[in-house]
């Protein structure tokens, strides 16, 4: 069984920093994509940062410039640094992994993380 779980996030005030860590436990599985998503109070989730396997990066143009998405394949792990934290991140932080186990390809999100950024 493979879980996904994150940690990091809390309240901050506008201008602050926060990294959000995202850990795959389980056994008898390889990671490919890594990603963070968020989901705003009252709106749709959406794409913040994936990571590629070869570690190759995108990113959601309101949050380019100020968050930074990285792996460490060792330890299963992704990271979302955060900076310059506006209102407007204020949202609930999900981390997806696309995982391959017995060669079936599927996804696995966290159970989320609450960002609350304050003025």
């Known amino acids: 069984q493979v879980q996904v779980a994150e940690s990091g996030g809390g309240s901050v005030q506008a201008g602050g920093s926060l990294r959000l860590s995202c850990a795959a436990s389980?056994?008898?599985?390889?990671?490919?994509?890594m990603g963070w998503y968020r989901q705003p109070p009252g709106k749709q989730r959406e794409l913040v940062a994936t990571?590629?396997?070869?570690?190759?990066?995108d990113y959601a143009d309101s949050v380019k410039g100020r968050f930074t998405i990285s792996r460490d394949n060792g330890k299963r792990t992704v990271d979302l640094e955060m900076n310059r934290l506006k209102l407007e991140d204020t949202a609930v932080y999900y981390c997806?992994?696309?995982?391959?186990?017995?060669?079936?390809?599927?996804?696995?999100w966290g159970q989320g993380t609450q960002v609350t950024v304050s003025s």
């Open positions: 997806k992994m696309e995982i391959d186990r017995h060669y079936v390809l599927a996804d696995y």
């Open positions: 389980g056994s008898a599985f390889s990671i490919n994509a």
């Open positions: 990571i590629t396997s070869g570690g190759s990066t």
